[in-house]
C-alpha cells in the first residue's frame, strides 16, 4: 500500500464477503457443495439452504450494467453463525458479519475454503472476483444544531450554491476505475435507520471487483484478493474524515 493501513477498535464494518464466480468452462456439478463440505465442516459445522436474490454489477460492452439474479444455494457456518461459505452453481462466496475479525483472521479463512474448492473442481477462470465491504457508520447527533456532512465524509453529496445544504434524504454512488479498467469499484453512500436513536446513521458500500475476467488466472486468485483489499482500504479512508476516525477509535 501506498500508505500504513489504519486500525481500528471500533469498526463500522456489518459485513463483508469475497466472491469468486466461476466461468462455466469450470464444469460446476451437483456434488461439488457436499464433496466440499466434507473437507471445511470442522471450521463449518452448520449446514443450511438458502434461496438468494442479488444484484451483481458487471462490465458490459456498453459500460456498466445491473443485473438481478436468483438462486439456491448451500450455507456453511461457524460455530458462532458469524462467518459462512455460500456455494451455488459456479459460485463461491465467504461472508464475515459484525463483529468483523480483522483481515488477518478473515483471509486465512477465504484462502482455506477457495483453496478446498480447487482441490474439489478444475477451476479453469472467473467470471466475477469480488470483495465487497458494507459500513453502518453511527454519529452521534448534538442537540438542535444541524448535522454537518462535511465535518465526516469526503465522499459526500455536492448541492452547489443555489440549493438547501440540509438534507432530508439521499442515496448517491459512482464506480471507480483501476489498472486501466480491468477492476472496478462501485462506493455507494446513503442514510440508515439508526439503531441509537440520539444518532444520525449512514450506510458506506464498497463492492471491489475484476471486470475484465480473462486477466485473472485461478492460481493468482488470492495474490487479487489480497490487493483488492489493500484498494478497498485506501477507498475507504479517502471517503472519511479525522472526525470520523475518532468515532471508529483510531489504534495510533
Known amino acids: 500500500m ?20 466461476l466461468n462455466p468452462e469450470s464444469k460446476w456439478d451437483l456434488t461439488i ?23 451483481v454489477i458487471k462490465q458490459g460492452p456498453e459500460g456498466t450494467e445491473q ?14 453463525r ?3 461459505i455460500q456455494i451455488g452453481p459456479n459460485l463461491l462466496a465467504v461472508n464475515s458479519l ?12 477465504i484462502e482455506n475454503v477457495y483453496k478446498a474448492l480447487t482441490e474439489v473442481m478444475d477451476v479453469k477462470s472467473f467470471e466475477r472476483l469480488g470483495l465487497r465491504y458494507i459500513n453502518r457508520i ?28 440540509d438534507l432530508d434524504f439521499f442515496s448517491m454512488g459512482c464506480v471507480l476505475k483501476f489498472f486501466d479498467e480491468r477492476d472496478l469499484c462501485s462506493v455507494r453512500l ?4 439508526a439503531e441509537n436513536k440520539a444518532n444520525t446513521a449512514f450506510l458506506l458500500d464498497m463492492d471491489y471487483f475484476l471486470a475484465k475476467s480473462s486477466d485473472v488466472p485461478a492460481s493468482e486468485a488470492m495474490n487479487w484478493v489480497e490487493m483488492a483489499h489493500e484498494k478497498v482500504e485506501e477507498i475507504f479512508e479517502g471517503c472519511i474524515s479525522d472526525k470520523l476516525r475518532e468515532i471508529f477509535m483510531e489504534i495510533k
Open 33 to 55: 457443495p457436499g464433496i466440499l463440505y466434507e473437507k471445511v465442516n470442522t471450521e463449518f459445522p452448520h449446514k443450511e439452504t438458502r434461496l438468494i436474490q442479488e444484484t
Open 190 to 193: 446513503r442514510n440508515a435507520v
Open 138 to 165: 453511527e454519529i452521534p447527533q448534538e442537540p438542535n444544531k444541524r448535522f454537518d456532512l462535511e465535518k465526516y465524509f469526503e465522499f459526500r453529496p455536492y448541492l452547489g450554491k443555489k440549493l438547501p445544504t
Open 98 to 109: 459484525k463483529p468483523y475479525p480483522t483481515w488477518e483472521k478473515f483471509k486465512p479463512r
Open 67 to 80: 443485473q438481478l439474479r436468483t438462486s439456491e444455494r448451500a450455507v456453511f457456518l461457524t460455530q458462532d
Open 2 to 21: 501506498s500508505q500504513k493501513s489504519r486500525k481500528y477498535s471500533n469498526p463500522p464494518i456489518i459485513e463483508a464477503v469475497c466472491e469468486f464466480r
Open 82 to 84: 458469524r462467518i459462512f
